[in-house]
């Protein structure tokens, strides 16, 4: 997927599996839908954007040195690891562990007043 190129994917179920993968430097992003991840997903090579998406494992999915990762009224119930910007807007939820490497940061930025939070259940 070139650079310039969006893959939205609206409503539903996506179910991302073994032999898989997206690159070459576009973007993917997913609204009011379920993402289940039966392999492991990285944000190394495409952006990712969560909206209104709930995430399940048992694929990991890693939020890449460099890169940012953005939700939004979002839940992720399987495993995570942040090794770049992890941002959080409106109420979102961590299902598990959120293993954060050097150099990696979290941050929550409201769009209203109060309204900006990451919660682990």
């Known amino acids: 997927m070139g650079g310039t190129h969006w893959l939205t994917v609206n409503n539903g179920t996506f179910i991302y599996n073994a032999g898989g993968s997206f690159g070459g430097g576009g973007n993917v ?5 379920t993402l289940n991840l039966g392999a492991d997903l990285s944000n190394t090579a495409v952006g990712l954007g969560l909206n209104s ?15 940012t990762l953005t939700m939004t009224w979002s839940t992720l119930n399987g495993p995570v690891v942040n090794q770049g910007l ?3 807007t409106y109420s979102n939820t961590l299902g598990g562990a959120l293993p954060t490497c050097p150099g990696a940061r979290c ?12 919660r682990r259940i």
């Open 29 to 33: 992003v997913f609204n009011s839908a």
């Open 86 to 88: 992890l941002v959080a």
């Open 107 to 118: 941050a929550c930025w409201p769009t209203e007043p109060t309204i900006g939070i990451i």
């Open 53 to 67: 998406v709930t995430v399940n494992g048992p694929g990991l999915l890693t939020n890449a040195s460099g890169q």
